[in-house]
């Protein structure tokens, strides 16, 4: 198309001529008559006269710079028979890590309660001490130059053992129910990688 009809074009939409075969040939010439819509368009955006939304119709466009666009495929998965195998083998592993984590809880308290009654034991010398058996079931000792150990700090050790024990005891529980999910994704892997065969 000759710059000559483009400026005619841009003439007439600034009111500068009228030629009525132009108006013809924009009937008939759909890049003619985009060029009239742009023109018009440009200068109402100069004037300001343009409303807040201006409605443009980019959907045809995209479409064909999609449909242009090359289609690219992605290679097939491979079947990874290693990642297979370490799945297994930590799947059969996992509980006796799991139990291991029970064992050394449950060594850690036999320990600890064995620790703290041989303290007691060291504190009171036997020549020097007597020890009753009270009504209420617990071992008192009696001396004249006894002095008394504090039944708070006994007691603060004996709730920090069990805190310690708890703390232990809920992260094997945790473990258990990670083991347990990690089962199940595997599980469900494995079954979606077969049908996807």
């Known amino acids: 198309m000759s ?4 400026e005619t074009v841009s003439s007439i939409v600034d009111n500068y001529q009228q030629n009525d075969e132009i108006f013809e040939e924009m ?10 819509q742009r023109y018009h368009l440009m ?13 443009l119709d980019l959907s045809s466009k995209i479409a064909e710079a999609i449909a242009d666009e ?3 495929l992605a290679p097939r998965a491979s ?26 809880a449950a060594g850690l308290m036999v320990m600890g309660v064995q620790q703290n009654t041989a303290d007691t034991d060291a504190l009171l010398p036997a020549s020097q001490v007597v020890k009753t058996m009270p009504f209420g079931g ?6 004249l130059n006894f002095q008394q150990t504090s039944r708070t700090s006994e007691k603060q050790a004996f709730i920090e053992q069990q805190r310690r024990f708890q703390a232990l005891l809920s992260d094997h529980q945790l473990q258990v129910k990670l083991s ?8 469900q892997q494995d079954k979606a990688e077969e049908s996807a065969k």
């Open 3 to 6: 710059e000559n009809k483009f």
């Open 27 to 36: 009937l008939n010439d759909s890049h003619l008559s985009a060029t009239w």
């Open 43 to 55: 200068g109402d955006v100069m004037r300001g006269e343009t409303s807040d939304v201006i409605n």
């Open 70 to 72: 090359p289609t690219i």
């Open 79 to 104: 079947n990874n028979l290693a990642g297979k195998l370490k799945a297994k083998v930590v799947q059969f592993a996992k509980p006796f890590g799991q139990m291991a984590i029970a064992a050394s």
């Open 138 to 143: 617990i071992a008192e000792p009696v001396s």
């Open 180 to 187: 347990s999910v990690d089962v199940k994704n595997t599980a």
